[in-house]
């Protein structure tokens, strides 16, 4: 029973792109290995400190499949919150998020970034990555190349000073784990 | 005569210039044109007489009528004449005149008209697709977004002086695009500009313009997966050297791409703030939808409309737009009713016409549809009607969207503190004895050229279009009349010229009183704004020549035998008396007045009646010797 086993982790770890165990920068939790880090298809993340239910995609850049980007999108009462993380190399391994820039977006460093948005086409706010704060992170744990599906989390500071009283001047995205499959566009 | 101001031609008929025929099909393809023609459309400046149009669109034998509300001479040597289609079902109509090329649009009821120059004496009369598209988030939402302050509402009559640069920034695939749809990017600029201050105009927002400016920069880096968010953010740093070049206050991003629900995207600001002012709007909607009015509304921090108003929007606060939802005399509650005749405000938001949903109207509610849905050219504004129906609300669900524009329009103009040199004018209430018409000159900022001294002209006449029919009135930075040269319409053009002889110069249409002109309330309150004069009664004596060209002006009348008892007082606009005298007989009934010693300029002979009454007649000396 033990050799079926040793078969069958085998067997996975040739469909899955190997990951190495190398020590993240900016990492506390252990590395799950062989349990899904949450259900496919789905992301879990808390906002300031709260549960953000929001709905999340991820899609390969275009005729790239080297690179994917997440997007995730909620309401909070009826403004629209517009989460994305780009530029993330479609390979295991551990990224600092930085802030994003005219011409940063293609160097394989993820950035993100939040808008709040009323009723389609009012930006009341964007909230982009204060770099100021340090652990500021997204890890891939696995990646299957065959499937297109990407396990990994992610931990993001953002800040946005705003007018709006009753918007927040930062947000906080921690504890985040994601286990989606990407699309192709 | 007004069914040639179209002249139509086939495909076949007609001699294309290079590029044309390609263009032709383009549009013939896109999804967004219901019809293309080829045309030959009448100059507006020789068709128009007063100010009033009349024309055919072809194929269809109904007649519109257009009174002109907005001529101006734009500082690119463009000349514009934008007006109001007074005839059943009501509109808009644009036409520009820039190069050499004409350039325009007709909104007609639900049909807008796009006019793009193929070459200097033919266009295409495009008929736009503006079938309801679906895009989602229009329904009403239940839960109400947090607001910032109340809605304090007090009307905004703030009338300071405001020229707002907003520059475009187009992607070079971008150009390409506009270029051939439109035959010219500086044409659909002036297009985009125009509808802003047309609405500006209809909404009662006065002394307040958007001058607008262009340019291509490439190399953007848009977002993977186009997202309209990201992209606007990136867009403000993106924009940076070019707004500081331009001098420009609020930024536009033109680009090619087609992004997913949206037509524009804008920042909100809740009060002026030089960082968001930033907006994304896509060529397929910048015009016929007005998507650029409407986002550069936001830039303003005006909002759509209330849930009231079928939106999505319950912030109390007071820059809402406006739905008008006649549900008509004595509805049901229980059946589901066919709203027709409903129109929006420019900030308000499509709907989908499939859609049933409740409407609250004095506390009932009742299922409505919206079947009409036609963007009217206007900001909500309580103290403006459209078809006899308020566009905004001063009680309750307060919308007034001018109000906001009013408000903010000159901070906003100085979010960039370079200035180039501007004029405007205003004058004092229309109905006192006189009227004083005052420039506003702004100088450039240095080394910009338009320095001072400056020297400001002052003309009027009937059509708006100035040039040879113009007369002088005459200069100073300060005009006054003793009474109107025209009335119930005439235009005023303030001209002024620098010391390094840079002409920059504002026309606007004084509009007093129905015939006869008294001070009766117009139809459309406006805030501080043309109400009419009284000045005329039926005259007893009639002048000629006018304007005089030599040295006398000659007064008739059949009532020959009072005449020898007549005296007369010429003043000038001022009021100043100028000369007087008894005048002499040239023959029969026929005196003359000498006024050789006049120079050119607006004056008024006042004749003195024997029974002690006065008669007041102006003239004008014209001499061009």
């Given at each position: 029973?033990?050799?079926?086993?040793?078969?069958?982790?085998?067997?996975?770890l040739?469909?899955t792109?190997?990951?190495?165990?190398?020590?993240?920068?900016?990492?506390?939790?252990?590395?799950p290995?062989?349990?899904a880090?949450?259900e496919l298809?789905?992301?879990?993340?808390?906002?300031?400190?709260e549960?953000?239910?929001a709905?999340?995609?991820a899609?390969?850049?275009?005729?790239?499949?080297?690179?994917?980007?997440?997007?995730?999108?909620?309401f909070n009462?009826?403004?629209?919150?517009?989460?994305s993380?780009?530029?993330?190399?479609?390979?295991?391994?551990?990224y600092?998020?930085?802030?994003?820039?005219?011409?940063?977006?293609n160097?394989?460093?993820?950035?993100?970034?939040?808008?709040?948005?009323?009723?389609?086409d009012?930006?009341?706010n964007?909230?982009?990555?204060?770099?100021?704060?340090?652990?500021?992170?997204?890890?891939?744990?696995?990646?299957?190349?065959?499937?297109?599906i990407?396990e990994?989390?992610?931990?993001?500071?953002?800040?946005?000073?705003?007018?709006?009283?009753?918007?927040?001047?930062?947000?906080?995205?921690?504890?985040?784990?994601?286990?989606?499959?990407?699309?192709?566009? | 005569?007004?069914?040639?101001?179209?002249?139509?031609?086939?495909?076949n008929?007609f001699?294309?210039?290079?590029?044309?025929?390609?263009?032709?099909q383009?549009?013939?393809?896109?999804?967004?044109?219901?019809?293309v023609?080829?045309?030959?459309?009448?100059d507006?400046?020789?068709?128009?007489?007063?100010?009033?149009?009349?024309?055919?669109?072809?194929?269809?034998t109904?007649?519109?009528?257009?009174?002109?509300?907005?001529?101006s001479e734009?500082?690119?040597?463009?000349?514009?004449?934008?007006g109001?289609?007074?005839?059943?079902?009501?509109?808009?109509?644009?036409?520009?005149?820039?190069?050499?090329?004409?350039?325009?649009?007709?909104?007609?009821g639900?049909?807008?008209y796009?006019?793009?120059?193929i070459?200097?004496?033919?266009?295409?009369?495009?008929?736009?697709?503006?079938?309801?598209?679906?895009?989602?988030?229009?329904?009403?939402?239940?839960?109400?977004p947090?607001?910032?302050?109340?809605?304090?509402y007090?009307?905004?009559?703030?009338?300071c002086?405001?020229?707002?640069?907003v520059l475009?920034?187009?992607?070079?695939?971008?150009?390409?695009?506009?270029?051939?749809?439109?035959?010219?990017v500086d044409?659909?600029?002036l297009?985009?500009?125009?509808?802003?201050?047309m609405?500006f105009?209809?909404?009662?927002?006065p002394?307040?313009?958007?001058?607008?400016?262009?340019?291509?920069k490439?190399?953007?880096p848009?977002?993977?997966?186009?997202d309209?968010?990201?992209?606007?953010?990136?867009?403000?740093?993106?924009?940076?050297?070019?707004?500081?070049?331009?001098?420009?206050?609020?930024?536009?991003?033109?680009?090619?791409?087609?992004?997913e629900?949206?037509?524009?995207?804008?920042?909100?600001p809740?009060?002026?703030?030089?960082?968001r002012?930033?907006?994304?709007?896509?060529?397929?909607?910048?015009?016929?939808?007005?998507?650029l009015?409407?986002?550069?509304?936001h830039n303003?921090?005006?909002?759509?409309?209330?849930?009231?108003?079928y939106?999505?929007?319950?912030?109390?606060?007071?820059?809402?737009?406006?739905?008008?939802?006649p549900?008509?005399?004595?509805p049901?509650?229980?059946?589901?009713?066919?709203?027709?005749?409903?129109w929006r405000?420019?900030?308000?938001?499509?709907v989908?016409?499939?859609?049933?949903?409740?409407y609250?109207?004095?506390?009932?509610?009742?299922?409505?549809?919206?079947i009409t849905n036609?963007v009217?050219?206007h900001?909500?504004?309580?103290?403006?009607?459209y078809?006899?129906?308020?566009?905004?609300?001063?009680?309750?669900k307060?919308?007034d969207?001018?109000?906001?524009?009013?408000?903010?329009?000159?901070?906003?103009s100085?979010?960039?503190d370079?200035?180039?040199?501007?004029?405007?004018?205003?004058m004092?209430d229309?109905?006192?004895?006189?009227?004083?018409?005052?420039?506003?000159?702004?100088?450039?900022?240095?080394?910009?050229?338009?320095?001072?001294?400056y020297?400001?002209?002052?003309?009027?006449n009937?059509?708006?279009?100035f040039?040879?029919s113009?007369?002088?009135?005459g200069?100073?930075?300060?005009?006054t009349?003793?009474?109107?040269?025209e009335?119930?319409?005439y235009?005023?053009?303030?001209?002024?010229?620098?010391?390094?002889?840079?002409?920059?110069?504002?026309?606007k249409?004084i509009?007093?009183?129905q015939?006869?002109?008294?001070?009766n309330e117009?139809?459309?309150?406006?805030?501080?704004?043309?109400?009419?004069?009284?000045?005329s009664?039926?005259?007893s004596?009639?002048?000629?020549?006018?304007p005089?060209?030599?040295?006398t002006?000659?007064?008739?009348?059949d009532e020959?035998?009072?005449?020898?008892?007549?005296?007369?007082?010429?003043t000038?606009?001022?009021?100043?008396?100028?000369s007087?005298?008894?005048?002499?007989?040239?023959?029969?009934?026929?005196?003359?007045v000498?006024?050789?010693?006049?120079?050119?300029?607006?004056?008024?002979?006042?004749?003195?009646?024997?029974?002690?009454?006065?008669?007041?007649?102006?003239?004008?000396?014209?001499?061009?010797?």
């Open positions: 029973m033990k050799d079926l086993f040793m078969s069958i982790a085998i067997a996975l040739a469909l792109t190997s990951c190495s165990k190398s020590k993240p920068e900016a990492l506390v939790d252990p590395i290995v062989d349990t880090i949450t298809g789905t992301v879990s993340v808390l906002k300031n400190g549960p953000w239910n709905s999340f995609y899609k390969y850049y275009i005729n790239n499949l080297g690179r994917f980007f997440i997007s995730g999108k909620g009462n009826s403004l629209e919150e517009r989460f993380v780009i530029d993330i190399p479609a390979k295991c391994g551990n600092l998020i930085e802030r994003s820039g005219l011409w940063n977006g160097n394989n460093i993820p950035q993100a970034g939040l808008g709040i948005i009323l009723d389609l009012q930006e009341l964007y909230y982009s990555v204060d770099t100021t704060r340090a652990n500021q992170y997204l890890e891939i744990l696995r990646y299957d190349s065959v499937n297109h990407v990994g989390r992610f931990q993001t500071f953002l800040e946005g000073p705003t007018d709006y009283s009753f918007l927040p001047d930062s947000v906080a995205l921690t504890e985040g784990k994601f286990h989606l499959k990407i699309e192709k566009q | 005569m007004f069914a040639q101001f179209f002249t139509e031609y086939q495909s008929q001699q294309w210039p290079s590029g044309g025929l390609t263009r032709y383009k549009l013939q393809d896109t999804t967004f044109s219901k019809s023609k080829i045309v030959s459309t009448e507006v400046r020789t068709a128009q007489s007063n100010g009033l149009l009349s024309f055919q669109l072809p194929g269809d109904s007649t519109l009528q257009v009174e002109a509300s907005l001529i734009d500082p690119t040597t463009a000349f514009i004449w934008s109001k289609i007074t005839s059943a079902p009501g509109g808009y109509v644009t036409f520009i005149y820039l190069d050499g090329k004409t350039a325009g649009f007709i909104h007609s639900k049909d807008f796009e006019i793009s120059p070459d200097s004496n033919h266009q295409f009369l495009v008929k736009r697709n503006n079938d309801y598209n679906g895009s989602g988030g229009c329904e009403t939402e239940e839960e109400e947090p607001g910032d302050d109340d809605c304090l007090e009307p905004s009559d703030n009338t002086p405001a020229l707002i640069t475009l920034i187009l992607t070079p695939e971008a150009q390409d695009s506009i270029e051939n749809k439109y035959g010219s044409l659909f600029a297009l985009g500009q125009t509808s802003v201050n609405a105009w209809n909404s009662d927002i002394n307040k313009e958007i001058r607008v400016k262009w340019v291509t490439d190399s953007f848009f977002s993977p997966g186009l309209y968010v990201a992209d606007l953010t990136t867009f403000k740093t993106f924009a940076e050297p070019e707004r500081k070049d331009n001098n420009a206050d609020l930024v536009v991003f033109v680009p090619h791409v087609d992004y629900e949206i037509g524009g995207y804008a920042n909100l809740i009060s002026p703030d030089p960082a002012a930033f907006s994304i709007v896509e060529i397929n909607y910048f015009l016929n939808e007005y998507v009015a409407h986002e550069l509304g303003f921090g005006c909002r759509h409309n209330w849930p009231l108003d939106g999505d929007d319950n912030t109390d606060v007071c820059s809402h737009g406006k739905r008008y939802i549900l008509g005399p004595n049901q509650q229980g059946p589901i009713h066919d709203i027709e005749g409903s405000t420019m900030m308000a938001i499509p989908d016409p499939e859609v049933t949903f409740i609250t109207f004095d506390g009932l509610d009742y299922s409505v549809k919206i036609e009217i050219l900001y909500s504004n309580p103290a403006v009607s078809e006899g129906e308020p566009t905004g609300r001063a009680l309750g307060v919308a969207n001018a109000g906001r524009i009013r408000n903010v329009g000159c901070e906003i100085e979010y960039d370079v200035s180039e040199l501007a004029v405007n004018f205003s004092t229309l109905c006192t004895d006189s009227v004083i018409f005052t420039s506003f000159i702004t100088a450039p900022t240095s080394p910009l050229p338009g320095v001072a001294p020297t400001v002209y002052w003309f009027w009937t059509t708006g279009i040039g040879s113009q007369q002088f009135l200069t100073g930075d300060t005009l009349l003793l009474a109107h040269p009335c119930p319409v235009w005023v053009k303030c001209a002024v010229v620098s010391d390094d002889n840079v002409v920059v110069s504002r026309i249409k509009t007093l009183a015939v006869p002109c008294s001070c117009e139809e459309r309150p406006a805030r501080g704004r043309e109400v009419p004069k009284s000045i009664k039926a005259p004596f009639s002048i000629f020549p006018n005089v060209a030599q040295g002006l000659f007064v008739q009348t020959f035998l009072s005449l020898k008892t007549v005296a007369y007082k010429i000038d606009v001022g009021g100043r008396e100028i007087n005298g008894i005048p002499e007989t040239f023959s029969g009934s026929i005196l003359s000498p006024v050789a010693g006049l120079a050119n300029g607006l004056y008024f002979l006042n004749l003195l009646l024997p029974e002690g009454t006065q008669e007041i007649h102006k003239f004008i000396i014209n001499k061009t010797y």
